[in-house]
């Protein structure tokens, strides 16, 4: 009874201490983290909005959320597209970008979509305020080397760069409209998030403009 006590009270020490130990890495590290975190973000920023010297946030209510998922739900029906997996993002974050001297450029959407063949990803895109595409980053994406990783490849997201479209369409044979993509060979899957994606984030910035209100 004795010995069963003494490696009780053993293991209870040895968890305590590891314990304490995981908690003060995490909070010693803590501020690095977000510190990287923000400049990643910053740098996605720029890359989808160049000339961007600072920002405001934009506040955004349930009603843009419902607006989003509505709008990607009526063109699919309204247009005969079959997505491989049906909408399942979420807006993150929307800010305004502005140049140097204060004027705005247009809108930076941060979005989590949870259609990836890896679970989820997490990019933003750049979009001026009559709706044209100026780029897209990634914050957060872990899919297959050498298959959805693509997708993260020049030429795959300059498809999108400087376009004005009312929605983007992924065709596995051959884009040949302003509004289609080439798919990625064998990663349908991440090609439809993607897509949905940027989709989300034009009807996000079509609300926060007016014309969704």
């Known amino acids: 009874?004795?010995?069963?006590?003494?490696?009780?009270?053993?293991?209870?020490?040895?968890?305590?201490?590891?314990?304490?130990?995981?908690?003060?890495?995490?909070?010693?590290?803590?501020?690095?983290?977000?510190?990287?975190?923000?400049?990643?973000?910053?740098?996605?920023?720029?890359?989808?909005?160049?000339?961007?010297?600072?920002?405001?946030?934009?506040?955004?209510?349930?009603?843009?959320?419902?607006?989003?998922e509505s709008k990607v739900k009526e063109n699919e029906k309204t247009n005969n597209i079959s997505p491989i997996k049906p909408f399942n993002g979420t807006i993150n974050e929307a800010v305004l970008a502005k140049d140097k001297d204060g004027n705005d450029l247009g809108y930076i959407i941060t979005i989590t979509d949870k259609e990836a063949y890896d679970g989820s990803l997490q990019m933003t895109v750049g979009i001026k305020e009559d709706g044209t595409v100026m780029g897209i980053s990634f914050l957060?994406?872990?899919?297959?080397p050498g298959l959805g990783m693509k997708a993260d490849e020049e030429q795959f997201k300059s498809q999108f760069k400087n376009k004005k479209v009312d929605y983007f369409v992924y065709e596995k044979s051959g884009a040949e409209s302003n509004n289609?993509?080439?798919?990625?060979?064998?990663?349908?899957?991440?090609?439809?998030?993607?897509?949905?994606g940027v989709n989300a984030a034009i009807y996000c910035v079509d609300y926060i403009t007016g014309g969704g209100r």
């Open 1 to 68: 009874m004795k010995t069963i006590i003494k490696n009780t009270i053993i293991l209870f020490a040895i968890t305590l201490v590891a314990g304490l130990g995981l908690g003060f890495v995490y909070n010693v590290t803590s501020d690095a983290r977000a510190k990287q975190e923000e400049k990643t973000k910053l740098s996605a920023y720029e890359s989808v909005m160049p000339g961007m010297k600072n920002f405001e946030t934009v506040k955004l209510d349930s009603s843009c959320a419902k607006f989003v």
């Open 140 to 144: 957060s994406l872990s899919e297959t």
């Open 180 to 196: 289609e993509i080439d798919a990625i060979s064998s990663a349908t899957i991440t090609t439809n998030a993607v897509t949905h």
